[in-house]
């Protein structure tokens, strides 16, 4: 049975929830529906897209619609390796970003109070600092006359190796990645973690459970909801990031990121770059609902 | 031997002394009190017997075991918390079964022992819940089945019913009797309500500011306080200062400034010239119209300067002459108030020769 919402509660949560729909539907849904059609379009001979109707001087040529830039897309495994190597790379940065996240975050959530906000602040505190600059400082870091590199090599020409390039490798790609992403592990899984109840780890412990017995049976399911949301917001931007790969990862390491970027403003085919865009919008949309599905399932109780 | 010794146990935190040089002696399959204010220390000795904290000096034994290098998860203790601290991620079952999955139990063994325990304390039905889907009372019950089920030494229980109201605490309190005596398990809880702890316990001790002011069995400590502290806090009680006249070891006849002479019952180590309070319970004070007294009662006048209705009995205050107020209590066993006095009026009040107490802190 449906109650009568009186008008007053209806006035509200109109002027509360619509102007955010409205920004999704100017900013998200249009430019998704414009790029539906300019799949199916053909490209324009100097880049941008061919006319809808052939122009009055020019009888040949390809107008009108056509899905033959999807056809592109599934003709040459290439692509599909690229998507894949994609996905591995966001899921190992999201695990490497898990993996180094958790303990800080459980650090903090732990520690007393008033250093509690000092230690958030550091956290973001790189986000002070332009994006670029940090990608190029790790550019820096990795290339070959840098002391970390030269240490590297150093040992392994010790243990009678081949010197490596740190730069412009799959390695540099992946620690920039995670670098980048790693606040956005710690904000979440700290948040979660802060609001912990420290009574149930002393129930844990005062009914016979050990230190890591009381990790994995309380703490840890308990922080799945924040583990699940700093994974997608890590593994999502991941996905779609070119900055990184164009950076640290040289010619051989592109991702999705970078060939989309190659299509509107290297080889300005605008038809195939939006296949491949909305390729990627729906492989995050699958996975950031998959992601939705199993939080629900795992953080059934508040 | 006493299954738990806690000798000359003293906690400080900085230069504040939260538990001093506390000795108690608890028996198997006593259901043991620690009775006082807030702030006294009774969450600290509690930690300290758990395992969460150690004494800065003294001993915690266990069946004559020195429990110091014990962590809590190693010793035969179990709590129940006053926020029941349940996972809110596992079901009711789950909860019950945790501890006995951390003993290592077999899979069938588990099942049985957790319904078994929920059967315990009556939720049978409810092993699937979430605790988020319990009221109070029922989280109350599966906190106790789960500190129950692998049968512990000692179950420490910290103001479990604190949380609850009135009328379901008064049920909790007569299902953990019952609980009590058929699981045999001994009990040390914790509580500031005076009552509560008179009708649970075989015995209690009554704590002020970290110190143990008195141990003793519910009735004697209400009939036979041991000082001022004890007496104020449990019941009620009034009081008037006094000198010793005469000590006989029948009885004793006080001075009360500006009142009279009052005669009680004598008690051992007073002597003539002690100066210290008479203290009287309400249900022992008689309340009457001016009237000749009887020969073994203290009788004084008085005027009703107030009076609490409150159901059952009504409690009177009455102002004597040297401006003390006396408590007496009438039961209202007619329906209505027993309106037998008004505020202003005239009356007597009395006691008999053996009931005061005399207490000379
Ligand atoms: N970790 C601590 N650090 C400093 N002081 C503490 C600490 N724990 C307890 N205290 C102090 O010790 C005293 C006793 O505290 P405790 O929690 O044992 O009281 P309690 O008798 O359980 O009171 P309540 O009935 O309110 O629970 C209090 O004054 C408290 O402020
Ligand atoms: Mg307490």
């Given amino acids: 049975m449906t109650r009568d919402t009186p008008r007053s509660t209806r006035a509200a949560r109109l002027l509360t929830g619509g102007p955010p729909l409205l920004f999704l539907l100017v900013f998200f849904v249009i430019p998704s529906l414009i790029m539906v059609l300019t799949s199916f379009r053909f490209p324009g001979e100097f880049g941008g897209l061919a006319p809808v109707t052939a122009p009055a001087d020019q009888a040949a040529g390809e107008y009108g619609f056509t899905t033959e830039a999807y056809a592109f897309f599934f003709s040459d495994t290439l692509y599909a390796r690229v998507f894949l190597k994609s996905f591995g790379v966001a899921l190992a940065t999201t695990l490497a970003c898990l993996l180094m996240a958790y303990p800080l975050a459980l650090l903090i959530a732990r520690s007393e109070k008033r250093f509690r906000n000092l230690m958030v602040l550091l956290v973001i505190l790189p986000f002070a600092s332009n994006f670029l600059i940090r990608v190029y400082a790790w550019a820096i870091i990795l290339g070959p006359q840098s002391a970390l590199s030269r240490v590297a090599n150093t040992l392994l020409a010790l243990l009678g190796m081949e010197p490596a390039t740190l730069l412009f490798s799959p390695f540099a790609v992946l620690v920039g990645m995670v670098y980048v992403h790693l606040p956005f592990m710690i904000l979440p899984l700290y948040t979660n973690l802060e609001k912990h109840d420290p009574a149930l780890l002393d129930a844990a412990q005062d009914l016979g459970a050990r230190g890591w017995q009381r990790f994995w049976r309380v703490t840890w399911p308990l922080s799945l909801p924040g583990v699940f949301s700093g994974s997608a917001l890590v593994f999502i931007p991941v996905l779609g990031m070119f900055a990184v790969p164009d950076i640290l990862g040289g010619t051989r390491d592109i991702l999705i990121g970078n060939l989309i970027k190659d299509q509107f403003l290297g080889t300005r085919d605008w038809p195939f770059g939006s296949v491949l865009s909305i390729m990627l919008t729906l492989a995050v949309l699958s996975v950031a609902s998959l992601t939705a599905w199993f939080a629900r399932a795992a953080g059934r109780t508040p | ?354 009931t005061g107490i005399f207490l000379d802190d």
Avoid at chain 2, 101 to 128: K, S, Y
Avoid at chain 2, 213 to 219: A, F, G, L, T, Y
Avoid at chain 2, 280 to 305: D, K, L, M, T, Y
Avoid at chain 2, 315 to 328: K, Q, W
């Fill in chain 2, 1 to 354: 031997m006493a299954l738990l010794e806690i000798r000359h146990v003293v906690r400080r935190f900085g230069d504040y002394t939260a538990v001093d040089n506390v000795s108690i002696s608890v028996e198997t399959g006593e259901f043991f009190t620690l009775l006082g204010p807030s702030g006294c220390g009774k969450t600290t000795l509690l930690r300290m017997i758990a395992g969460f904290d150690l004494p800065d000096s003294g001993q915690i034994l266990l069946d004559g075991r020195d429990m110091v290098g014990t962590p809590p998860e190693k010793r035969p203790v179990h709590t129940v918390f006053q926020t029941y601290a349940l996972f809110p991620h596992m079901t009711v079952a789950d909860n019950v079964a945790f501890p006995l999955r951390m003993g290592g139990r077999t899979q069938p063994e588990i099942r049985e022992r957790v319904q078994h325990a929920l059967d315990g304390v009556r939720l049978p039905d409810f092993a699937n819940r979430f605790p988020h889907e319990l009221s109070g009372g029922q989280k109350q019950r599966v906190a106790l089945a789960r500190g129950l089920v692998n049968r512990p030494r000692l179950l420490l229980l910290d103001e479990p019913l604190g949380a609850l109201d009135a009328k379901l605490r008064e049920e909790m309190q007569i299902e953990l009797i019952n609980l009590q005596k058929e699981v045999g398990i001994t009990f040390v809880f914790v509580t500031h309500a005076q009552d509560e702890a008179l009708a649970l316990s075989h015995r209690i001790a009554v704590m002020n500011r970290g110190r143990v002011e008195q141990i003793d069995e519910p009735s004697r400590i209400y009939g036979f306080p041991r000082n001022r502290f004890v007496a104020d806090f449990i019941g009620k009680i009034s009081m008037m200062e006094a000198r010793v006249v005469e000590a006989e070891p029948s009885r004793l006849r006080l001075e009360v400034a500006e009142l009279g002479e009052v005669v009680m019952a004598g008690r051992d180590g007073v002597k003539a010239g002690d100066r210290g309070v008479v203290a009287i319970r309400p249900e022992q004070v008689r309340i009457s119209r001016p009237a000749a007294p009887a020969e073994s009662e203290n009788h004084f006048p008085g005027r009703v300067h107030d009076f609490l209705y409150v159901g059952d009995v009504t409690t009177y205050i009455v102002e004597l002459s040297n401006g003390a107020r006396i408590e007496a209590l009438l039961p209202n066993a007619s329906p209505g108030r027993a309106t037998f006095f008004e505020v202003g009026d005239e009356v007597g009040v009395s006691w008999r020769h053996d």
